[in-house]
């Protein structure tokens, strides 16, 4: 039997000050560049045309063109205040006019690519074939709609998680795991400002995608929790919540192995497209593990702290709420001091 | 459950797939080359690729307020009444798998797969068909403002600089400099006329008149003055083909176009005439208000007479022609400029008298084929609102192809990786495990195609790291029979245990997954939509293969080893 991290016995809550320091750093590093994209863009984040509306153009050339001759071409169209920008490979580029910049209507994609197509080849001499791969146009209107739509999604997404954990576990467990959800969304922030990532429908996707994942495996310690604690040891939650993660760990390296080896599969394979979508879940692997730890096992503990149970809320409550898995009275902190 | 029924129903839910993913022969109604209809059967699996795959344009329309055609409160009416119109145009010109549906309160998309020609297909749902009726106006509205509007062009400085065009605008603009003094004079000599007792009035506009030629003097010919002519009737002017460019640039301009005179339109027409070799083609200034609109048509034929050319017949239903008749009642006299999608088709004739439930659209000199055309547009779906494009996308065939076959390449290494993952570390278990695996692709396609759902881009991408995440059940059971075993239970207690004691936490943890996904679905457009979709079949599917049929795996191979001590884990 292959055994990797069996049995151990790590106290992965004695670090809890270091990996709040490093997270912090984390998120703060983030928010400075941020800051600094802030000031040398329009906006903070690379938002996509459907967030901001313009107009969107992929260009396939049968010749590596250089990025010059695109721009210059670009400039000559009359959009000198265009990104252009090698979309993958060197034959294919992406122009992407806002809606600020002179493009009135949403509806002239085809015919703003085609004319852009026709430019650049002749100015390249006729040789170098320019097909139009994609182009999109959106509405400033539906790209502000769209903007307020993902961030109530996320919004209810957190509403729905927490009714949901309050119910099968414990309004404690609930927050926790709550707050470690906010974390994973702060750290991918973070992390989408590091590398410049754009945001699209699908990061938004990406980002709810790590959410569920990065919840999938805090639940999975919870869970560990729940039952350890049924057993009604003498243990402190501390070293319940030490065993639970140390008892997780072979399916905690198990499980993100395969994810992993899946996600870099796609960001390795499967195109240019996709590729932002694939950083953020590599990245949501790692944010996932360490919230599961560090975040939710450590505001569990403070909640603890806080509002300790106390034995006779524990025999009357919790631990028959833990043990049937089912929604008991939330106490009041009077009650429970 | 005995051992045989869970056998047989692993066995139907294979069968049960493949019939779903089996190719069939889909049959669809595609114009050919030849311009005519023709069925076209293709044999493929029933996986419904999504535009950003297949190649294609999608199209979001919304009414454009800017005609403040429809009161806000009926808007979702209109849309649905649209909806009929735009969809009876798209399929009329047979476009294969085309979808036609409105989205939220006040959108419509249209989804037109495979199209090589995206302009034509955006042509096809812009050409609204909207008619409106309006009053061409007599008042020299346009006239009056023309300083006005060349002052603010000059100062946006959108005259093209010392190129060749300016030159001969500037040549130009000697005769039509007369025809704006002589214009200016008579506006004064009518107030003169018409201001017996207010001296004061006429100072102020003889002042006004010369202010403005003053302004004229400075700028000799203002860059959108010197493009007008003066048509033959009031409201009408000629501008020379090769300058309709530059002016429509100058339209476009959101400053010019607060400079124009407000409740008035300035509208192309349809018709081109030749003068003194050159050819002109004429705009009208039409007051913004419509007098009916083509809501009320019920009926329009094509037809030919020798006075007015080809001519597009329409009749009108009561309530329309009640308020047709009113309404033209009350503008005797005056010229009616009939317009169809901002565009006023022929010369707008006089009112003679009022109008009832029968009109005509004069198509000037063209085509009776036009002709055909535009009535059966009017007749499929005049439409209730004007509507604009908001949004468009159209993905090239080669990038769709492309995508996914890098999909498929990123699919298959996954899968591999995962497969020599799970081999390495759970041997015999897990050998079964990827047995479940490769059930859980099967029935995960299989619910794709039952629940006709689209497979997107983002959708692979969402079914590459199911398969990552799929095998997290496994490993959940198999860590728990991992324990027990190691407590000394036998085999067969040690996977009884395991699969109970593990499945509060896959329960637990997937739903909180397909929750999220859920909102995903709900609040997700297009692509993510797609992606949702497949998020929660992959985990339907997963729960299924890792709770039932690797169970079942198990009890087989315990049938076959009865009283096996130890297991490959």
Redesign the interface.
């Given at each position: 039997m292959l055994r990797i991290l069996h049995d151990t016995k790590y106290d992965f809550i004695k670090y809890w000050k270091a990996a709040a320091f490093g997270t912090i750093a984390f998120i703060a590093l983030g928010m400075a560049i941020l800051g600094v994209h802030a000031m040398r863009h329009t906006s903070a984040l690379n938002y996509s045309v459907e967030f901001t509306g313009g107009t969107v153009v992929q260009l396939t050339f049968t010749q590596p063109p250089g990025a010059d001759a695109v721009r210059s071409g670009v400039d000559a169209a009359g959009f000198a205040g265009a990104e252009v920008a090698q979309f993958g490979d060197p034959l294919n580029y992406m122009i992407k006019l806002r809606a600020s910049e002179g493009v009135a209507a949403a509806a002239n994609a085809d015919s703003l690519g085609a004319n852009l197509a026709h430019l650049i080849e002749q100015r390249l001499g006729g040789t170098n074939k320019v097909t139009v791969g994609q182009a999109a146009s959106v509405s400033a209107s539906v790209g502000s709609e769209l903007k307020g739509k993902a961030i109530t999604a996320v919004l209810i997404s957190f509403v729905v998680t927490l009714i949901y954990l309050a119910i099968r576990f414990e309004w404690r467990f609930g927050v926790a795991a709550t707050i470690a959800t906010m974390h994973d969304i702060a750290t991918t922030m973070a992390f989408l400002a590091m590398m410049r990532l754009e945001i699209s429908l699908t990061v938004v996707a990406a980002i709810l995608t790590v959410i569920g994942y990065s919840l999938n495996d805090t639940i999975i310690i919870f869970d560990r929790v729940r039952e350890n604690l049924r057993k009604q040891r003498k243990e402190s939650l501390r070293d319940v919540l030490n065993r639970s993660i140390n008892e997780t760990l072979p399916r905690s390296v198990l499980t993100h192995a395969t994810v992993l080896a899946a996600t870099l599969a796609l960001l390795v394979f499967a195109g240019e497209v996709i590729r932002p979508f694939s950083w953020i879940m590599a990245f949501g692997v790692f944010t996932g593990t360490f919230s599961s730890i560090y975040v939710a096992g450590a505001i569990l503990l403070w909640i603890e702290h806080k509002w300790p149970r106390t034995a006779e809320s524990e025999n009357k409550g919790t631990a028959r709420a833990l043990a049937e898995g089912r929604r008991r009275e939330r106490p009041t902190p009077a009650a429970t001091r | 459950m005995p051992l045989k029924y869970r056998v047989l129903t692993i066995v139907a839910l294979c069968l049960l797939s493949i019939w779903a993913l089996f190719p069939r022969n889909i049959t669809t109604r595609e114009i050919g080359s030849d311009r005519l209809m023709h069925d076209v059967t293709v044999r493929h699996i029933p996986l419904r690729q999504g535009l950003?795959l297949k190649g294609g344009?999608y199209l979001?329309l919304?009414v454009d307020d800017s005609k403040q055609a429809v009161p806000a409160d009926k808007k979702a009416d209109a849309i649905e009444r649209a909806l009929k119109s735009v969809r009876t145009r798209i399929e009329g010109f047979g476009v294969s798998e085309s979808v036609v549906q409105k989205q939220g309160n006040d959108r419509i998309v249209v989804q037109i797969p495979g199209i090589q020609d995206?302009?034509r297909a955006?042509k096809l749902v812009?050409e609204q068909a909207f008619l409106e009726f309006k009053i061409a106006d007599k008042t020299q509205a346009l006239e009056r403002a023309l300083p006005r509007i060349d002052q603010v062009i000059k100062q946006r400085g959108l005259t093209p600089a010392g190129d060749t065009s300016t030159k001969t605008a500037a040549t130009a603009t000697k005769g039509l400099q007369g025809l704006l003094n002589t214009d200016t004079t008579k506006k004064s000599d009518s107030t003169k006329k018409g201001a017996a007792g207010a001296k004061k009035d006429s100072a102020t506009a003889k002042k006004d008149s010369a202010a403005a030629a003053d302004s004229l003097k400075l700028q000799p010919g203002g860059a959108f003055s010197s493009l007008l002519e003066q048509g033959g009737m009031a409201g009408e002017f000629y501008v020379d083909q090769t300058k309709i460019p530059t002016l429509e640039r100058y339209l476009?301009d959101s400053a010019v176009r607060a400079a124009m005179p407000p409740g008035k339109d300035f509208l192309a027409g349809s018709d081109s005439a030749s003068l003194q070799g050159k050819w002109y083609r004429t705009y009208y200034v039409v007051d913004s208000k419509s007098i009916s609109t083509g809501e009320h048509l019920t009926d329009a034929r094509p037809n030919q007479n020798t006075l007015d050319g080809t001519v597009v017949e329409f009749s009108m239903d009561n309530i329309g022609g009640r308020r047709f008749r009113s309404e033209t009642g009350k503008h005797i006299g005056d010229y009616m400029a009939i317009i169809l999608d901002n565009r006023v088709m022929g010369r707008p004739p006089v009112i003679q008298g009022a109008i009832g439930t029968r009109g005509q659209i004069t198509m000037g000199g063209r085509s009776l084929a036009d002709a055909q055309d535009l009535a059966l547009v009017l007749r499929a779906g005049a439409l209730p609102v004007p509507l604009?494009?908001?949004?468009?996308?159209?993905?090239?065939p080669?990038?769709g192809q492309?995508?996914i076959d890098?999909?498929l390449?990123?699919?298959i290494?996954?899968v591999a990786?995962?497969v020599v993952?799970?081999l390495?570390?759970?041997?015999f278990s897990g050998l079964l495990a990827v047995g479940g695996l490769v059930m859980y692709m099967l029935y995960t396609l299989a619910a794709l195609a039952g629940f006709d759902a689209v497979l997107t881009?983002?959708g692979?991408?969402?079914f590459?790291?199911s398969?990552?995440?799929a095998?997290?059940a496994n490993?959940?059971i198999f860590?728990r029979i991992?324990?027990e075993l190691a407590r000394g239970k036998t085999v067969r207690t040690s996977i009884d245990e395991g699969f109970r004691?593990a499945m509060?936490?896959i329960v637990?943890?997937?739903?909180?997954?397909i929750?999220?996904?859920a909102?995903?679905y709900?609040?997700?457009?297009?692509?993510?939509k797609g992606?949702?979709v497949t998020?929660i079949a992959g985990i339907a599917a997963s729960l299924v293969t890792s709770i039932f049929v690797v169970r079942t795996f198990y009890l087989l191979w315990l049938n076959r080893s009865r009283g096996a001590q130890t297991l490959?884990?």
């Open positions: - | 950003d344009t979001a919304e995206p302009q955006r812009e476009a604009r494009v908001a949004e468009v996308h159209s993905i090239g080669s990038l492309d995508s890098k999909g390449r990123a699919a290494i996954s990786l995962v993952i799970m390495v570390y759970y041997r881009l983002p692979i991408a969402g590459v790291l398969i990552g995440m095998v997290d490993v959940l860590e991992r324990e004691h509060p936490a637990d943890s997937n739903v909180s997954t929750l999220t996904a909102v995903l709900q609040y997700g457009t297009g692509p993510v992606f949702a998020l490959s884990i």
